[in-house]
């Protein structure tokens, strides 16, 4: 099958799961129910959905775990709510939404490509360690410089703007948007990685030595991965700027951070939907779960969940399904000796 | 006419261990060459240093007229230095056709190209008659590891003949095949084109000497005989330090 075939089934199916969800959920929930679910769930989903497919990109195709996604969603949101008119406090301000964006898309690149550089000759749990330590760095370089970030309080009243005389923030407005810029992403993801750049980093991801003897720049493809990590990262971020109305350290913390691993994995690192998948279970047991019970035994909660995955499906809920799937089939496992 | 290769007094150590030393070897462009040598010999780390995997410790790497000792491995694909490893170096994740791509793209300019270039259709078939020539084309689209370990060195093979190499290395392409699937690689050898030149390292002598036309034994790093192929069988250093202790 041709990549463009491939990317045309894929945008009409995702299209029609965006576009039947909502419309299933007013037919079968009354309309106040259907908007929680709409702007708080799948809303929610969909925005750290985002942030998860940079993380699964790099992991699945390249093969680096990185733990600083959640620092360049960060960078996006801050530039985004110190540069923008009408946040509080004034940090920078004064300009307008497009342009806002704009330096906040152009930042989180430039983080990206900066955590790449960075981290470009270490692999495995030392890649994990030190994007760890530069998440953490950045968390406490943003909670102690109050001058420029505003502490712990955080920036608020980010609003976005109106989109056709209606509000950014409205659920179904907000849902179209996130749902587009996901659909648009997941897309590109699909198309990137069957380009030569995408061929290449698959190839450093199975075979770094070789690949390089080929003649191929392994530290330029490793960087540029990492900046359209943080491209896509910084796209996530700024929705959840607007989403949250705002921008504090604690959406940026260690525990955010984990949050952001604990859903690529449940989702599965094997393929980018998988990011998607995770993000709504999260969400789903964020949601739910935090109303039967307190926070802290959310967080019991959802390790359990993480737990039972994890044990009996290495490559989350996606290899769960796929599993499932052959076991109803009956199919052999891909990979066993052809008979 | 310039050499393929010109390795003068070429030496690596790694740390107290000297696993090649002062190898002078000249493979004159169109040569056949096989090296010959136990276990240990240094062949390997020999193949290392002239395709720039990590530089000597000595001594000088010339391949077509230009000096090679400090360029990096991809420089080598780029001038049509073509290799194999001795244990398979794919990528295990992608498609044959996907490994070729790879490695046709790997010799020319516009490897970060972030849409797919206007060769794009020419690569493919060029992959395709790769995979053809290499007898792949049934597994074309594959996953690599669902290979056999016959098709696997078929594919790096075809991995290396990928750049349009003109210095061809091969290291011990035989290496683990069964001997239904010997013939198919000796036969795959010989159709190789005779503007090729050839460095083969082979356990071997019966897949190495029908095809070459030079043959040198290392020993403990050191060269320590260089023949043709129907002397060398007599030679007794050869005989005492090769055949002694049995081979195949
Ligand atoms: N990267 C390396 N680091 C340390 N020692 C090595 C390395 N590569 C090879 N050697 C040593 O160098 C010697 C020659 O190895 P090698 O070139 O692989 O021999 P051959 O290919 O002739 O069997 C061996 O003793 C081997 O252990
Ligand atoms: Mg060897």
């Known amino acids: 099958m041709t990549l463009a075939r491939t990317l045309l089934l894929t945008g009409t199916a995702g299209l ?26 799948l809303a929610r989903a969909l925005i750290y959905g985002i942030i998860a497919l940079s993380l699964t990109f790099l992991a699945t195709y390249g093969g680096f775990v990185s733990l600083a996604q959640m620092m360049v969603a960060g960078i996006a949101g801050y530039v985004l709510a110190m540069t ?7 940090i920078i301000g004064g300009f307008g939404y497009p342009m806002a964006i704009l330096m906040a898309l152009l930042a989180s690149v430039l ?50 703007p109106d989109i056709l005389g209606r509000r950014f923030r409205d659920p179904m407005v907000f849902y179209t948007i996130a749902s ?98 995770g993000s709504l279970i999260f969400a789903i047991f964020d949601t739910f779960a935090a109303s039967l019970y307190d926070r802290d035994r959310f967080n019991s909660l959802i390790g359990a969940v993480f737990l039972v995955i994890v044990l009996i499906s290495p490559d989350g809920a996606l290899g769960l399904s796929r599993r499932l799937g052959r076991l109803l089939r009956g199919k052999p496992k891909p990979g066993a000796p052809p008979a | 006419m310039v050499h393929a290769l010109e390795l ?35 062949k390997t780390t020999l193949f290392n240093l002239v395709c720039g995997d990590f530089p000597p410790t000595s001594g000088r790497v010339v391949a077509f007229g230009e000096d090679m000792t400090r360029r ?102 035989a290496a683990g095949l069964s001997p239904a699937e010997r013939p198919e690689l000796n036969q795959m050898l010989k159709d190789l084109p005779g503007e090729i ?17 030079m043959v040198t034994v290392m020993k403990d790093g050191e060269i320590v005989v260089q023949e043709t192929p129907d002397r060398i069988t007599d030679n007794p250093i050869v005989n005492k330090i090769y055949l002694g202790q049995g081979h195949g």
């Open chain 1, 180 to 277: 587009g810029t996901a659909l648009l992403l997941y897309l590109g993801v699909l198309f990137l990685v069957r380009t030569p750049f995408g061929l290449a980093l698959q190839g450093i991801r199975d075979n770094p030595r070789r690949i390089s003897a080929l003649g191929y720049n392994v530290v330029l493809h490793r960087i540029v991965a990492f900046g359209i990590a943080g491209f896509i990262a910084g796209c996530g971020g700024v929705l959840a700027t607007i989403y949250n109305i705002g921008i504090s350290p604690g959406s940026i913390g260690l525990g955010a951070t984990i949050n952001l691993l604990i859903m690529s994995v449940v989702g599965g690192l094997g393929h980018p939907v998988g990011a998607f998948v």
């Open chain 2, 8 to 42: 003068t007094d070429i030496g690596r150590r790694f740390g107290a261990l000297h696993a090649v030393r002062n190898v002078s070897l000249t493979v004159p462009s169109g040569q056949r060459h096989a090296i010959l040598g136990p276990n240990g010999a240094g």
């Open chain 2, 197 to 213: 030149t050839l460095v083969l390292i082979e356990h071997d002598m019966d897949v190495a000497l029908p095809i070459s036309d």
């Open chain 2, 72 to 173: 990096p491995a991809s420089h080598r694909a780029r001038i049509g230095i073509g290799r194999t490893y001795q244990t398979s170096l794919l990528f295990t994740g992608l498609t044959v056709i996907d490994n070729l791509l790879i490695a046709i793209r790997g010799a020319r300019k516009g490897r970060l190209s972030l849409v797919p270039s206007a060769s794009n259709g020419q690569d493919i078939r060029d992959a395709t008659v790769l995979a053809e020539r290499v007898r792949l084309a049934h597994r074309a689209h594959h996953e690599v590891a669902t290979l056999s370990h016959g098709q696997r060195r078929q594919l790096e093979l075809g991995m290396a003949l990928a750049c349009k190499p003109r210095l061809l290395m091969l290291d011990e392409p």
């Open chain 1, 16 to 41: 029609g799961i965006l576009c039947l969800v909502p419309l299933a959920l007013f037919l079968a929930l009354p309309e106040n129910q259907a908007l929680f679910w709409i702007g708080n769930i």
């Open chain 1, 84 to 90: 923008v008119q009408g946040a509080v406090p004034v």
């Open chain 1, 111 to 160: 983080a990206g490509l900066a955590v790449g550089a960075i981290a470009v000759r270490t692999n495995d749990i030392y890649l994990l360690m030190i994007t760890l330590a530069l998440a953490v760095g950045f968390y406490r370089f943003v909670e102690s410089n109050i001058d420029l970030f505003n502490g712990y309080e955080g920036i608020r009243n980010v609003l976005g």
